[in-house]
């Protein structure tokens, strides 16, 4: 059975940098071959939102709150995703959470990222 583990949240102060993982289990070669991921967060009183996602083919792309400041990135030998977050903000606090399509649509269970001073 698929499974995603999120990790790498915590406390991190304005302008700091934090890296996501996303490690995926259960899969075969085709799922980071074939497969889309992504990054989404939900904010305190705010809907769920996509941050970020990557297709088969490497092409990314960004929520234009994020551009410029995170990176998505995946390791197929390690069956891993990455969201490098730099220059962080106060809004950039949310539970973020991993999104992969492969024949099915699988989730995460979120990790909190707490950006504050």
């Known amino acids: 059975q698929v499974q995603l583990v999120e990790s790498g949240g915590g406390l991190v102060q304005p302008g700091g940098s934090l890296r996501l993982s996303c490690a995926a289990s259960?899969?075969?070669?085709?799922?980071?071959?074939?497969?889309?991921m992504a990054w989404y967060r939900q904010a305190p009183g705010k809907q769920r939102e996509s941050v970020a996602t990557?297709?088969?083919?490497?092409?990314?792309t960004y929520a234009d709150s994020v551009k410029g400041r995170f990176t998505i990135s995946r390791d197929k030998a390690k069956n891993t995703v990455y969201l490098q977050m730099n220059s962080l903000k106060p809004e950039d606090t949310a539970v973020y959470y991993c999104?992969?399509?492969?024949?099915?649509?699988?989730w995460g269970q979120g990790t909190q990222v707490t950006v504050s001073s």
């Open positions: 999104n992969a399509k492969w024949r099915n649509t699988y």
């Open positions: 259960g899969v075969t070669g085709s799922f980071f071959t074939f497969g889309a």
């Open positions: 990557i297709n088969a083919y490497g092409t990314t």
